[in-house]
């Protein structure tokens, strides 16, 4: 790049923002000729004047009230594919609502976890997929007796399934030793004996570590009910069922950059805020784009932005950040008027009236467009 | 063994259920047991099910043996001739009548055509699928379903000939179409019910195409000089009525033309049609605000001072009159005794309603429109041979909505007009289609119902051949002279002194929550302001302390109700709801303090 483009760029400094700036350096072919690019940059400045937003315009309403609008067109129809194996993941206006009420518990928590080049065949990811899958006890004996008399419980375990995961009887019996305190244990072919070796003789005891073993967790990882592994584009992911996005993380072979879950909270938890910030756009666009609606993107990044703002993620409910309103009328108008009125009541709160709401209902000009700008004068 | 239920109580058992119930239904069909009674049986479970208790839904049905209906030509022909009847019939055990569980034995066959061995009834007709109302929409089968619903709900709408003894009915708000006629192209119903007695609606010109855009989403076109001959036509009746009530004391309502003094006397022009017993005399024209019953009440309140001095001259104006936008010609004046033994006046008013832009018409086929003009016959276009349609519907209303009947009714209804018979379009029975297009070349026309037209105003040919016929088509009771509305100034809601709300309280429309957002998105705050200042008020607020304070103009004393008399107050403007909201505040014990401040 020339110097005088440079210089030409430079100028636009205080004008433009350093993002765009960058990106015309990036794309604005070296042999250009200087009033082509000055041309180019007043066309670029006006595309930018144009979309900036000018005072008093009620950004947040208009956000409101575009994202809205199609949802009252959203279709509770939701398209499948026969034959086609898929994660059943909520769509639709329940899944949008759940985004934007920030619901710390998601009904159906799924994770896309993608591979590092050297790790993707497809049998690696298949074992993968096997190894990361919670696999609990009950699922892997075929027989768990209980004997009062002699103390003792007896586990059959399930060969076959064992040898698919990788483990032997022993492996198990380990296992439950060192989940399992008082008992001594015995192997016998598949076998397991558990003898009581403590003092009391209660036998409430002995049925509940009976109870106890069947949830103890043999393999995998937590909250990862099902996985799938499937292709998609010229690489092989996993689908998973629950999300556990902090372990698997730290699994060797997992690309950390893409790999993602649906659950906004744990992203938040363990990638950060802006992260979350991030999975909140994206997820809602998922929803929208699914619905086939067209929905500006900046209008979902406000919420995103308004959810994210105090540090942690907060759903636009009453909990959230309409409780963080500086109106006591605002909030009150919004849902449960009384306790907020009482509480405001309490520590003696001002309204300022400053905002919209308060402002209509007291049936005073709204401080937006026209009603912004006022006339100031010296009185002599 | 088969156990025996007679209304589900065990009575026996018997050894070849099959062989029992079919000599049973034997019996039956021979007359020597009822015909209402019922019997199922279930091979699975082994029991034989005998119903006869009162209650349950029977239909009736062809009886068929060896895949052969019972019923023969010979049946047909004697019926025509009188000779044999219905329940001739019935008694032969050609029809029997099944219940809901007998009918599962049963395998009924809806045409004659695919009788086979296996079936054991035949349906009377196909037509019986159907309810009676979606019966009445002619060739029906070629919709679909939901428009046959929809077709068959708008027919209940329509006005029509609803009853002989109208003139000495008193039905709240019927109307009565002018001139009612038999629809051209009918169905088995109309016949079976003497729809000739009840019709609803007319034979009608109806040519599909776009009239300059007044058609456009459900519009129809009419033509003026129609209407002028009495298409459509209907009048409109609502009765009013009072009653003379006794109250405690002796006192009562009483029914005369008031008198001057009055509580609450209109001016005499309201009262100009009442005769001496205080009712109006028929014939006369009301308009609105006028009384139709003249009627005095005692005072309310008997125990207050001022009524007592002022003697029984301060009873209390209640007349019946025309309320806010309501015309009308008093049609019949009713005298008589109410349920209690008090005097009962009711008054009939009618209103003639020419059909006007607005009104709703539909085909039988759920294809409703409003009236979106009225064209002087002259600019309507009109046919080679100079027929002028009565009616112009919008050809975007059929793709969508799929109604096929409607097309075909439109060549039967000009089949059945250019060869003076009634065309029958029952439903899977109908005549067919072809045949119908091959009467109507023969009658000299285009087999696809299209024919040249000419622009009525420019008298050039257009360029494409109109589908152009008759439908039978019913007017609708929505029309705008019941539901036009509109309010400048008005009454308001004592509580909250915002306007009332809907079309009897001269009610205003709200600007509600979305709307005052589409304000606020523009940036119209000012506008938004001056939208929701119907309920705005000047209120005297005390500096000292924050809360409304009292300004007594009669007595010409300020004071607050908290800082007493010697205090300052500023006025301030705002919503008459919020200074309920900050009453409501005080109720709850919040001291809501309001600080003002100089804006300037």
Known sequence: MKKEHDELINGYQDKLSPKVLDEIRDNVPADVTKERLTRIMEAVYAVYSQAKICPGECVGLVSAESIGEPGTQMVLRTFHFAGVAEMNVTMGLPRLIEIFDGRKLISTPTMEIYFKKQYGKPEQVRKFAVEIKETVMHEVISDSTLDLLEQTIKIKVNEVLIKDLDLSVADVAKLIKSKIKHFSVNIEGNEIELAYTGKTEEMKEIHSVKEKIKEIKVRGLKRIKQVLPVKRGEEYIILTSGSNLKDVLVLEGVDVTRTTSNDIHEIRNTLGIEAARRAIIDEACKVIGAQGLNIDLRHIMLVADTMCMSGAVKGITRYGIVSEKASVLARASFETPLRHLINAALIGEKDKLSSVVENVMVNQPVPLGTGLPGLVTKMK | ?600
């Open chain 2, 1 to 600: 063994m088969n156990e025996v239920y007679l209304n589900n109580k065990f009575v026996g058992k018997v050894d070849e259920g099959e062989a029992f119930v079919e000599n049973f239904k034997d019996q039956r069909r021979k007359g020597l047991v009822s015909k209402n009674v019922n019997i199922f049986y279930n091979p699975e479970v082994k029991e034989i099910h005998i119903h006869s208790v009162e209650g349950r839904a029977q239909r009736p049905l062809i009886v068929v043996k060896e895949g052969k209906s019972l019923l023969t030509e010979t049946h047909g022909k004697q019926l025509e001739d009188g000779v044999l009847s219905w329940s001739d019939l019935v008694r032969q055990g050609v029809i029997e009548y099944l219940d809901a569980s007998e009918e599962e034995n049963a395998l009924v066959a809806y045409d004659e055509k695919n009788l086979t061995e296996d079936y054991t009834h035949l349906e009377i007709s196909p037509m019986v699928i159907c309810g009676l109302a979606a019966t009445l929409v002619p060739f029906g089968n070629f919709n679909q379903s939901s428009r046959l619903i929809i077709g068959s709900k708008n027919q209940k709408q329509s006005i029509g000939f609803y009853a002989a003894n109208y003139h000495m009915r008193m039905d709240m708000d019927t109307n009565l179409l002018h001139y009612p006629q038999f629809p051209i192209v009918k169905t088995g119903t109309h016949d079976i019910f003497s729809y000739e007695k009840n019709p609803a609606g007319q034979n009608v010109v109806v040519a599909i195409m776009c009239y300059d855009g007044y058609n456009m989403e459900d519009g129809v076109v009419l033509n003026k000089a129609s209407i002028e001959r009495g298409m459509s036509r209907s009048t409109y009746y609502r009765p009013t009525g009072s009653v003379e009530l006794r109250y405690a004391g002796g006192l009562t309502d009483e029914i005369s033309v008031p008198e001057k003094d009055v509580k609450g006397y209109r001016s005499e022009n309201d009262y100009r049609f009442l005769e001496e017993d205080g009712i109006i005399y028929p014939e006369a024209k009301v308009k609105e605000g006028q009384v139709v019953i003249g009627k005095t009440s005692p005072p309310r309140f008997l125990s207050s001072l001022d009524e007592y001095k002022l003697g029984a001259a301060t009873r209390r104006e209640s007349s019946i009159a025309l309320k806010h936008g309501e015309s009308g010609i008093a049609d019949f004046v009713l005298l008589t005794e109410g349920e209690d033994g008090n005097k009962l006046v009711q008054v009939r008013l009618r209103d003639e309603r020419i059909p006007e832009i607005g009104d709703k018409f539909t085909s039988r086929h759920g294809q409703k429109g409003v009236v979106g003009i009225l064209v002087p016959q002259g600019d309507l276009p009109f046919s080679a041979s100079g027929i002028v349609p009565d009616l112009i519907f919008s050809p975007h209303g059929i793709p969508s909505r799929m109604t096929i009947s409607h097309l075909i009714e439109l060549v039967g209804g000009k089949v059945g007009s250019l060869a003076g018979r009634f065309v029958d379009g029952t439903i899977f029975e109908g005549e067919p289609e072809d045949k119908l297009r091959k009467e109507l070349r023969g009658l000299g026309f285009r087999e696809d119902g299209t024919e040249v037209f000419y622009d009525g105003k420019t008298g050039k040919q257009l360029k494409a051949r109109i589908f152009v016929g008759n439908m039978y088509y019913l007017r609708l009771k929505h029309m705008v002279a019941n539901k036009i509305h509109s309010r400048a100034r008005g009454p308001v809601q004592l509580l909250t002194r915002q306007p009332t709300e809907g079309k009897a309280k001269e009610g205003g429309l709200r600007l509600g929550e979305m709307e005052k957002d589409t304000f606020v998105a523009h940036g119209a705050s000012l506008l938004l302001k001056e939208r929701f200042d119907s309920d705005k008020t000047i209120l005297p607020i005390c500096t000292k302390c924050g809360l409304v304070a009292v300004e007594d103009r009669y007595k010409n004393r300020k004071y607050c109700l908290v800082c007493g008399d010697d205090v300052e107050m500023s006025y301030i403007e705002l919503s008459y709801a919020f200074k309920l909201l900050l009453d409501e505040f005080r109720s709850l014990g919040i001291y809501s303090q309001i600080s003002l401040k100089n804006k300037y």
